[in-house]
């Protein structure tokens, strides 16, 4: 009987394949999940969005923003340490996937891919940042997450004098979340697309929530995760990255510097394929969608580590397995070479 070796085929594997069918299912999860009794808990490092009917579990942000409604004497007594124990909680669910939570599980990331399918199949190319635009776009996802600190503190607490802000601000992040208006309609439900004439504030958000959701749409049909560079949940996960379990690791010594996995990168980090001196190299904007490692053709070069154990690994087999060489592998992610070049023309 012929044994099989689980590492060399794990290596060898179509990893993306894998990924399709894990996103496929966790996107049914957790937007239907809830009609099948499926409970997961409200602090999830992924947008299930407590607003689509039928949501087994809630993001994160939600209700961070909720607590931190609240007075600085409720923050710093002992009810302060429910905030702690939903960071907590928090944690405990992203310290096993770490942001391969963005790559594998998010829906929006999801429905990004699909729409980046869409795209492929009407024949129509996609553009990349340049370097410039990219490093200055990557800051508004932290300027995103410290607002939605800041804001709901601000309203039962007046900083440096200033008056207090409006209770409809409470959870501003959630008024313009594209998952709050799009992932409902999957479930039939239109109640989430209107405009909150209640007061000036709520005319303002509901109305940039609108607008975020037309641009979520559009903007992922020119660009690949096109959301995922302004996301704040992305941010957060990559301040406590170092804590995950799921690692990707990089030996710049075995790196032959030929730019794959850039190319593949659905966000265009250019870093993984110019940093040689690092070996985490998961970056603020990375997903973890491990197309970086299949497109790699150089051995151990890099790595996807849980602990200290190897989980999967680039192999020139594994390569060849996948795109039978350096001319397929370029005819597979055409329009991923011809937008590189493109940039860098620029």
Same mark, same amino acid.
């Given at each position: 009987?012929?044994?099989?070796?689980?590492?060399?085929?794990? %290596?060898?594997? %179509? !990893?993306?394949?894998?990924?399709?069918?894990?996103?496929?299912?966790?996107?049914?999860?957790?937007?239907?999940?809830?009609?099948?009794?499926?409970?997961?808990?409200?602090r999830l490092p992924i947008f299930s969005c407590p607003y689509v009917p039928g949501s087994p579990g809630g993001c994160y942000l939600l209700g961070v923003?909720?607590?931190?409604?609240?007075?600085?004497?409720?923050?710093?007594?002992?009810?302060?340490?429910?905030?702690?124990?939903?960071?907590?909680?928090?944690?405990?669910?992203?310290?096993?996937?770490?942001?391969?939570?963005?790559?594998?599980?998010?829906?929006?990331?999801?429905?990004?891919?699909?729409?980046?399918?869409?795209?492929?199949?009407?024949?129509?190319?996609?553009?990349?940042?340049?370097?410039?635009?990219?490093?200055?776009?990557?800051?508004?996802?932290?300027?995103?997450?410290?607002?939605?600190?800041?804001?709901?503190?601000?309203?039962?607490?007046?900083?440096?004098?200033?008056?207090?802000?409006?209770?409809? /601000?409470?959870?501003?992040?959630?008024?313009?979340?594209?998952?709050?208006?799009? +992932?409902?309609?999957?479930?039939?439900?239109?109640?989430?697309?209107?405009?909150?004439?209640?007061?000036?504030?709520?005319?303002?958000?509901?109305?940039?929530?609108? /607008?975020?959701?037309?641009?979520?749409?559009?903007?992922?049909? !020119?660009?690949?995760r096109f959301f995922c560079f302004f996301c704040p949940m992305s941010a957060l996960q990559f301040l406590f990255s170092k804590i995950g379990l799921?690692?990707?690791?990089?030996?710049?010594?075995?790196?032959?510097?030929?730019?794959?996995?850039?190319?593949?990168?659905?966000?265009?980090?250019?870093?993984?394929?110019?940093?040689?001196?690092?070996?985490?190299?998961?970056?603020?904007?990375?997903?973890?969608? +491990?197309?970086?490692?299949?497109?790699?053709?150089?051995?151990?070069?890099?790595?996807?580590?849980?602990?200290?154990?190897?989980?999967?690994?680039?192999?020139?087999?594994?390569?060849?397995?996948?795109?039978?060489?350096?001319?397929?592998?370029?005819?597979?992610?055409?329009?991923?070479?011809?937008?590189?070049?493109?940039?860098?023309?620029?």
């Open positions: 009987m012929k044994k099989i070796n689980i590492k060399k085929y794990i %290596n060898n594997a %179509n !990893v993306s394949r894998f990924r399709f069918w894990i996103q496929l299912i966790s996107f049914f999860i957790f937007v239907y999940g809830g009609y099948f009794f499926i409970e997961i808990g409200s923003q909720h607590e931190l409604n609240s007075t600085w004497h409720t923050i710093f007594s002992p009810r302060g340490i429910s905030i702690l124990k939903s960071l907590g909680i928090f944690l405990l669910f992203f310290i096993f996937l770490n942001k391969a939570w963005c790559g594998f599980v998010c829906p929006l990331g999801t429905l990004q891919d699909w729409i980046t399918r869409l795209r492929k199949s009407l024949g129509f190319s996609f553009t990349r940042y340049d370097e410039m635009s990219f490093k200055r776009l990557k800051v508004i996802k932290y300027i995103l997450l410290a607002l939605l600190i800041l804001i709901p503190l601000a309203i039962n607490n007046s900083f440096f004098g200033l008056p207090k802000l409006s209770h409809s /601000m409470h959870t501003p992040f959630c008024k313009i979340c594209p998952a709050r208006t799009i +992932l409902p309609l999957f479930n039939g439900d239109t109640s989430q697309i209107y405009i909150d004439f209640t007061d000036t504030t709520t005319i303002i958000l509901t109305s940039l929530g609108l /607008m975020v959701a037309a641009l979520f749409l559009v903007g992922s049909f !020119v660009k690949k799921l690692r990707l690791i990089k030996n710049g010594d075995k790196c032959t510097r030929c730019g794959n996995c850039s190319r593949v990168c659905d966000v265009g980090i250019t870093e993984i394929a110019d940093d040689i001196l690092s070996k985490n190299i998961i970056k603020d904007d990375c997903m973890m969608c +491990l197309k970086c490692v299949e497109a790699c053709p150089e051995e151990g070069a890099l790595k996807v580590k849980v602990l200290n154990f190897d989980i999967f690994s680039a192999t020139e087999e594994g390569f060849f397995k996948r795109y039978g060489g350096t001319s397929k592998f370029e005819t597979s992610n055409k329009d991923d070479v011809l937008n590189s070049n493109k940039n860098k023309d620029e």
